[in-house]
């Protein structure tokens, strides 16, 4: 058993294993998490309620969570003088599939971000973010076409930090390089930055969304990029991603050239179409032709862009969930931020992060638990039953409080036959 410093080993339950590459996940299973900074405290108390409501209903005790609080940002500063202590990065790996809140990052000191860096210290590459209308209103006349899961490569871009602020001695000395090395001469008052993108990275991304559209038989896997523009790195992550897909995945791929010279246009049964699309041109077509997307798989700051643009479709990003995934290790996050503002006021709206642990339960093989949230949040969404944010998209007078929707959804839960 592990030893933790300041941490107590959870009493009950067992921890998720892999073997063969498969999890092995207990009927009593430790999940540890991640309170979260501002509004973290309300929305992930909502979230283990609704989560232990359903999968009670659904396993009539027979299978369980046992939560294990780990820390990071503000709670960890306190605890351990840090906001992001080793402690719960071993947590993290030791356990296998965790969740958290929102984390504020301040500006000006410490981790440029504690939620890149938690990403790089354990390697999750992989940030997929489903949007999938669940009711709200939207500024669209057909959200309910909108079922898109974004694949965005976590690790590399712009996200990695490498950059030199204006008038410092070492942007001069990059400026200097540059301009001896490749004749390339910039204003004195640059700040510069690096945008590394590999072909490691670039290829693990596609693969892992290329798998998920095989195993929940989606038809279609888009490569979104800038590569008529930044044609060694964007144009980069295009051409690998053609790559692994060819290589990897023959028998279970057409390209899009292919499908136009050698199918006539008409899609094959049983295939998963390979295509691109260039960053600008997708922005207007996930609104004028949202059907056409299944599964996006796109470089780090396109794939931040791309899900905050499909979340506004379905009512924001109160309703958008996240998950980070590497090769041994899943943490489950809702794509939005701390709203420190509304901290303590059990207020904000807590959907994004219980569909979260939605993508948690299904991820772990407890399906049914998840799908019964999932219709709970539809049947609150569609008797106006909402926080906040809805209902003021709805233009009601009436809003329920954090705890209130929580309560809403657990009422759902237990009515289900």
Same mark, same amino acid.
């Given at each position: 058993?592990?030893?933790?410093?300041?941490?107590?080993?959870?009493?009950?339950?067992?921890?998720?294993?892999?073997?063969?590459?498969?999890?092995?996940?207990?009927?009593?299973?430790?999940?540890?998490?991640?309170?979260?900074?501002?509004?973290?405290?309300?929305?992930?108390?909502?979230?283990?309620?609704?989560?232990?409501?359903?999968?009670?209903?659904?396993?009539?005790?027979?299978?369980?969570?046992?939560?294990?609080?780990?820390?990071?940002?503000?709670?960890?500063?306190?605890?351990?003088?840090?906001?992001?202590?080793?402690?719960?990065?071993?947590?993290?790996?030791?356990?296998?599939? *965790? $969740? #958290?809140? +929102?984390?504020?990052?301040?500006? @000006?000191?410490?981790?440029? /971000?504690?939620?890149?860096?938690? &990403?790089?210290?354990?390697?999750?590459?992989?940030?997929?973010?489903?949007?999938?209308?669940?009711?709200?209103?939207?500024?669209?006349?057909?959200?309910?076409?909108?079922?898109?899961?974004?694949?965005?490569?976590?690790?590399?871009?712009?996200?990695?930090?490498?950059?030199?602020?204006?008038?410092?001695?070492?942007?001069?000395?990059?400026?200097?390089?540059?301009?001896?090395?490749? *004749? $390339? #001469?910039? +204003?004195?008052?640059?700040?510069? @930055?690096?945008?590394?993108? /590999?072909?490691?990275?670039?290829? &693990?991304?596609?693969?892992?969304?290329?798998?998920?559209?095989?195993?929940?038989?989606?038809?279609?896997?888009?490569?979104?990029?800038?590569?008529?523009?930044?044609?060694?790195?964007?144009?980069?992550?295009?051409?690998?991603?053609?790559?692994?897909?060819?290589?990897?995945?023959?028998?279970?791929?057409?390209?899009?050239?292919?499908?136009?010279?050698?199918?006539?246009?008409?899609?094959?049964?049983?295939?998963?179409?390979?295509?691109?699309?260039?960053?600008?041109?997708?922005?207007?077509?996930?609104?004028? &032709?949202?059907?056409?997307?299944?599964?996006?798989?796109?470089?780090?700051?396109?794939?931040?862009?791309?899900?905050?643009?499909?979340?506004?479709?379905?009512?924001?990003?109160?309703?958008?969930?996240?998950?980070?995934?590497?090769?041994?290790?899943?943490?489950?996050?809702?794509?939005?931020?701390?709203?420190?503002?509304?901290?303590?006021?059990?207020?904000?709206?807590?959907?994004?992060?219980?569909?979260?642990?939605?993508?948690?339960?299904?991820?772990?093989?407890?399906?049914?638990?998840?799908?019964?949230?999932?219709?709970?949040?539809?049947?609150?969404?569609?008797?106006?039953?909402?926080?906040?944010?809805?209902?003021?998209?709805?233009?009601?007078?009436?809003?329920?409080?954090?705890?209130?929707?929580?309560?809403?959804?657990?009422?759902?839960?237990?009515?289900?036959?």
């Amino acid at each position: 058993m592990i030893k933790f410093d300041k941490l107590d080993y959870p009493k009950n339950g067992n921890k998720i294993e892999i073997k063969d590459g498969q999890l092995i996940v207990p009927n009593h299973v430790n999940i540890p998490f991640i309170e979260g900074d501002g509004t973290g405290k309300d929305i992930t108390t909502a979230m283990r309620r609704v989560v232990d409501a359903a999968v009670e209903k659904t396993y009539k005790g027979k299978r369980k969570i046992e939560w294990f609080e780990i820390f990071a940002g503000e709670k960890a500063l306190a605890l351990y003088d840090t906001r992001l202590p080793e402690e719960t990065i071993k947590a993290i790996e030791h356990f296998i599939v *965790g $969740i #958290k809140g +929102p984390l504020t990052t301040p500006v @000006g000191e410490g981790y440029r /971000s504690l939620n890149v860096a938690m &990403r790089q210290k354990l390697d999750l590459y992989n940030c997929i973010r489903p949007c999938k209308y669940y009711g709200a209103p939207s500024p669209v006349k057909n959200p309910e076409d909108m079922n898109i899961v974004i694949f965005r490569e976590n690790t590399e871009d712009v996200y990695a930090g490498i950059e030199w602020e204006k008038g410092t001695e070492n942007v001069k000395k990059m400026r200097q390089f540059i301009e001896k090395e490749y *004749g $390339i #001469k910039l +204003p004195e008052d640059s700040g510069i @930055g690096i945008k590394p993108i /590999s072909e490691k990275c670039s290829k &693990r991304l596609v693969r892992a969304a290329i798998q998920y559209a095989i195993k929940n038989s989606l038809p279609s896997v888009t490569l979104m990029h800038k590569g008529n523009i930044q044609k060694f790195t964007e144009g980069a992550f295009r051409k690998w991603g053609y790559e692994v897909a060819i290589e990897e995945f023959r028998d279970f791929i057409i390209t899009e050239q292919e499908l136009l010279e050698k199918y006539d246009g008409k899609m094959p049964e049983g295939k998963i179409l390979i295509k691109d699309r260039i960053a600008d041109s997708i922005f207007q077509q996930v609104l004028t &032709r949202t059907k056409e997307y299944s599964i996006i798989a796109t470089t780090n700051l396109n794939g931040d862009y791309i899900s905050d643009a499909c979340a506004a479709q379905i009512g924001g990003l109160g309703i958008a969930p996240g998950a980070n995934i590497g090769d041994n290790i899943a943490l489950f996050e809702p794509s939005h931020g701390s709203a420190p503002k509304y901290a303590n006021q059990d207020k904000v709206n807590p959907s994004a992060i219980i569909l979260s642990a939605v993508m948690m339960l299904k991820y772990i093989g407890w399906n049914e638990a998840g799908t019964i949230i999932e219709r709970a949040i539809r049947k609150a969404i569609k008797e106006k039953k909402v926080t906040y944010d809805f209902a003021r998209l709805f233009n009601i007078n009436k809003e329920l409080k954090t705890s209130e929707y929580a309560n809403e959804l657990i009422k759902n839960i237990i009515k289900e036959s």
